[in-house]
């Protein structure tokens, strides 16, 4: 290792990577997190990964792929995966399946915790918990008492540096801004930094950050009753959408909400067990959920 050191490229640039360690790295990645790197990412991965191999003072890929695939190279897998999965989010992305959380899903949950019943909400790729956060949000302005109640939300990821973020609650400032003010004020209280925010304690309460790669046993038991999964499947083989879309209906309660990406699709197979009824918002044949006049982004 040490020796390796003095081959590494100078700081500000970036090492060479061969179509066969590019497709090395393709497979690791599908197999490991069941993502496809698309055609042309190589200088996706070559930007993302050079700081790992510097840090390793390892020469080259080569050198990297037999440390990753090595006996102790388990943790360095990890940070691979992390470095190379995609993390973009924000407060209310697509805010109508926030809306449909709040009026065709909070007057039965309300009720359901009222009368002593177990209340599950799942963010099953929550990223650095923008969207966790924006859930306990609409709960807690729906139902300001929820966490005296059953009523938890649980958020996962396979990205283990985005939950060190989210667990901590901390963001900037100007993420913070296109959030509507009343649940602004609900949300947010000055971080420790001047241009920070911090999630208010009540919405952390309620959420529980936990490890989870989907192609890995799942450590859940359901059921949920809204489970957020979007823009997950969109780099993975239909095989894999398909076997992660049929594990969320089988952790669905019978009158939950399943909310995927707006490039997402749930395949036919499906069709008898899960039927659209808003935007990439799904339900169970047969399953009203109430409807009631909105506040999100009012």
Same mark, same amino acid.
């Given at each position: 290792m040490t020796g390796a050191a003095l081959s590494t490229p100078a700081a500000g640039t970036d090492f060479p990577l061969s179509d066969a360690q590019f497709e090395r790295i393709g497979r690791i990645m599908r197999l490991q997190s069941g993502i496809c790197l698309a055609d042309g990412a190589q200088k996706l991965v070559v930007s993302?990964?050079?700081?790992?191999?510097?840090?390793?003072?390892? $020469?080259?890929?080569? %050198?990297? =792929?037999? #440390?990753?695939? @090595? &006996?102790?190279?388990?943790?360095?897998?990890? !940070?691979?995966?992390?470095?190379?999965?995609?993390?973009?989010?924000?407060?209310?992305?697509?805010?109508?399946?926030?809306?449909?959380?709040?009026?065709?899903?909070?007057?039965?949950?309300?009720?359901?915790?009222?009368?002593?019943?177990?209340?599950?909400?799942?963010?099953?790729?929550?990223?650095?918990?923008?969207?966790?956060?924006?859930?306990?949000a609409t709960v807690l302005r729906a139902f300001p008492d929820a966490g005296q109640h059953d009523f938890r939300i649980l958020a996962t990821d396979?990205?283990?540096?985005?939950?060190?973020?989210?667990?901590?609650?901390?963001?900037?400032?100007?993420?913070?801004?296109?959030? $509507?003010?009343?649940? %602004?004020? =609900?949300? #947010?209280?000055? @971080? &420790?930094?001047?241009?920070?925010?911090?999630? !208010?304690?009540?919405?952390?309460?309620?959420?529980?950050?936990?490890?989870?790669?989907?192609?890995?046993?799942?450590?859940?038991?359901?059921?949920?009753?809204?489970?957020?999964?979007?823009?997950?499947?969109?780099?993975?083989?239909?095989?894999?959408q398909m076997r992660i879309w049929t594990g969320l209906e089988r952790v669905l309660d019978e009158e939950g909400s399943l909310f995927i990406g707006h490039s997402e699709r749930i395949g036919p197979s499906l069709a008898d067990r899960l039927e659209l009824y808003g935007p990439t918002s799904f339900r169970r044949p047969g399953s009203r959920p109430t409807s009631t006049q909105s506040r999100i982004g009012a």
């Open positions: 993302r990964l050079s700081k790992h191999l510097k840090r390793l003072g390892l $020469p080259g890929f080569e %050198a990297y =792929l037999d #440390f990753v695939t @090595g &006996p102790q190279g388990a943790e360095e897998q990890k !940070r691979m995966i992390d470095a190379l999965t995609t993390n973009t989010t924000r407060f209310f992305r697509e805010e109508g399946h926030f809306r449909l959380l709040e009026t065709g899903q909070m007057p039965r949950l309300i009720r359901k915790a009222r009368e002593g019943g177990r209340v599950r909400l799942w963010s099953a790729a929550c990223s650095s918990g923008e969207e966790p956060y924006s859930m306990a396979i990205n283990t540096a985005m939950l060190t973020r989210a667990k901590a609650a901390i963001y900037a400032a100007e993420a913070a801004r296109d959030v $509507p003010a009343d649940l %602004a004020r =609900l949300m #947010f209280e000055p @971080g &420790p930094g001047p241009s920070q925010v911090r999630v !208010r304690q009540p919405l952390r309460d309620l959420v529980s950050f936990r490890y989870l790669n989907f192609m890995e046993p799942w450590p859940v038991r359901g059921p949920f009753d809204a489970i957020f999964c979007r823009n997950v499947t969109i780099y993975m083989e239909p095989e894999i």
